[in-house]
């Protein structure tokens, strides 16, 4: 199912729609699933998984009674949240035996996704990354308390610990993100003026020009999940990036809006063949995410509605 679907999937033996109850929550669902979705997918960094886990939810929401749900969506939320907790520990083991550098599966978002901020860094490239440094638990609290404003009491059921248990894993979380979130707001202007310069700098292959937009200790990460080329390990410094940018020298790159931000996609053949997502503080870019492995582009030929 993709994040802009409308319809719920069918629950077993079909013909739910003719059952009222099954109606109701079938409406239910329907009306909360682009936010189910954008929890999923803040919790995993992948939409794959994210999808899942929505399946996952509408089997055990079709078998709840609905008249002793006192909140639609904070139920859901917590199904949502209880099987994602569940998917990540798997995700975990997988991405021990990936090859290279793990990245999250970009999504082509919505233009409106830039004018609300604090949704538009959650699901940002940076700070999925960032959130991949946390435990499952506290990735969790951290995603619906700071994302989804959800209070201590109702994060405690979804995650089996007591409010005053949650409360503190949230403010743990909180100071090990803020250390590592990227300093400052960039404005969705700047992101693009800085973007649109390094475009130039890498099409026309101007090294000058390149390492006046990279940060001395920039990082590229290149995710090729050992199906497609990808540098092994995350290469340092803006001499070496730039080296590796070199080689992407008279591609043609396209503008995209990705996971909230600006970003550029390379295409091959007219199929995609890397989603370059970047993060900006004080004017350079000191992060380059390059997506490459094919199985992670899906989502990238049409839009994704994240919300919440």
Do not use: C
């Amino acid at each position: 199912m993709a994040g802009t679907s409308q319809t719920a999937p069918e629950g077993p033996g079909g013909g739910m729609s003719q059952d009222g109850r099954a109606e109701s929550a079938t409406e239910a669902f329907v009306a909360h699933r682009n936010l189910l979705f954008t929890v999923a997918y803040e919790m995993l960094g992948s939409a794959t998984d994210a999808e899942d886990v929505l399946q996952e939810t509408w089997l055990r929401w079709v078998g709840v009674d609905l008249g002793t749900v006192r909140d639609q969506r904070a139920y859901l939320v917590r199904i949502t949240t209880r099987q994602a907790l569940v998917r990540l520990r798997t995700l975990g083991r997988r991405k021990e035996s990936y090859v290279g550098p793990w990245l999250p599966e970009p999504l082509l978002t919505t233009p409106d996704v830039a004018e609300d901020v604090e949704l538009a860094e959650s699901v940002s490239m940076a700070m999925l990354l960032v959130l991949e440094t946390l435990t499952p638990t506290e990735r969790a609290v951290f995603v619906l308390r700071e994302v989804f404003d959800l209070a201590y009491g109702e994060i405690a059921g979804a995650v089996d610990k007591s409010p005053a248990a949650v409360r503190q894993i949230a403010h743990r979380a909180r100071a090990h993100v803020a250390a590592r979130r990227p300093r400052g707001v960039v404005s969705p202007a700047e992101a693009r003026g800085v973007l649109e310069a390094f475009q130039r700098a890498v099409e026309t292959g101007d090294l000058q020009r390149l390492l006046d937009i990279l940060a001395p200790d920039v990082v590229l990460l290149g995710d090729g999940g050992g199906v497609v080329p990808a540098a092994l390990a995350p290469v340092v410094g803006a001499g070496g990036v730039a080296d590796v940018l070199g080689r992407f020298a008279a591609a043609s790159l396209q503008p995209a809006q990705v996971n909230g931000h600006p970003a550029l996609i390379r295409r091959l053949n007219g199929e995609i063949d890397t989603v370059m997502a970047v993060r900006i503080e004080g004017g350079l870019i000191t992060g380059l995410y390059a997506v490459r492995n094919p199985e992670k582009l899906s989502r990238m030929e049409r839009e994704t509605v994240v919300s919440r």
